[in-house]
């Protein structure tokens, strides 16, 4: 295996971003779009917040009122779009997005902003610059396993893509964040890192890359939640990946390109099965 991790790291790419990626550019293939103007850009976002939301609502992520997504703005970094308040997922659209600012304002949209949501994520975008895009809902599988306290084990190639790249964050463990400060908090303690597992809260996923991404490592977390209790609710020890068979499989299977990539299908399908989301 480590001649194999060795050859491996000693591939020529050529330019490409993933061994996925063709070498032949004519074949049919997913590239990362071009903007000419922010305006263009900003459109792109909002299309790939909603196709988020939406997304979660297909994997019936919605527990009321909670759960929200934020992409920063391209022209504005100060500020970010987000889901409206008590609007199930399945109905977000390009037109009741919100445009808030790290205070809570809303600076465009007519709808509220979810308190609880503008305390987390305004704080986190404002301490972490870097991070672009931020995914958060009270799913079942996840929201138990942080009642653990634990992080994942590499149990799987899908595990693997979590390993060293996730934290098990205690500060305001189980309290609803309505404050600033718990915000701030929270945002301090926040690692270079693509997922939190929010003790007796939640998942949390961030990207630096697209909301593309923070969508579908949000999808894989909850995923790979649920598969670690199965494995440990038969009471038998499973094989773990040794830490460098799991660094090797993250790095393949891992990065914000890969999440980006592999949120594409459920874009197409979005795109053509629920055009009102453009409305």
Not at 83 to 107: C, R, T, W, Y
Not at 172 to 201: M, T
Request: charged content about 20%.
């Amino acid at each position: 295996m480590a001649e194999v991790m060795e050859r491996d790291s000693k591939l020529d790419l050529g330019g490409r971003e993933s061994i996925y990626q063709p070498e032949d550019q004519s074949q049919i293939f997913p590239y990362q779009p071009k903007f000419n103007s922010f305006a263009e850009e900003r459109q792109h976002l909002k299309e790939r917040l909603v196709a988020a939301c939406r997304a979660f609502a297909l994997e019936k992520f919605d527990y009321g009122f909670a759960g929200h997504l934020t992409i920063r703005d391209p022209e504005h970094p100060n500020l970010y779009w987000t889901n409206p308040m008590a609007v199930h997922f399945d109905q977000v659209k390009v037109s009741n997005l919100i445009l808030a600012d790290h205070e809570g304002n809303v600076v465009e949209g007519k709808h509220a902003l979810n308190r609880a949501g503008f305390v987390l994520h305004a704080a986190v975008h404002e301490k972490h610059p870097d991070i672009l895009a931020m995914c958060h809902a009270h799913t079942v599988y996840g929201t138990a396993f942080a009642a653990l306290g634990k992080p994942l084990d590499p149990i799987s190639q899908d595990a693997a893509a979590f390993f060293e790249d996730h934290m098990v964050m205690a500060e305001q463990a189980g309290q609803v964040a309505v404050e600033d400060n718990a915000g701030y908090n929270f945002a301090g303690s926040l690692k270079k890192v693509k997922g939190v597992i929010h003790r007796n809260h939640g998942l949390i996923t961030m990207s630096r890359h697209s909301i593309e991404a923070a969508a579908f490592w949000f999808i894989a977390l909850e995923r790979c939640c649920k598969q670690q209790m199965m494995v440990e609710a038969t009471g038998i020890k499973p094989n773990l990946l040794s830490p460098e068979v799991a660094r090797y499989s993250r790095e393949h299977v891992g990065s914000e390109y890969i999440g980006w990539l592999h949120f594409q299908p459920i874009w197409g399908y979005l795109k053509e099965n629920q055009p009102d989301m453009f409305t």
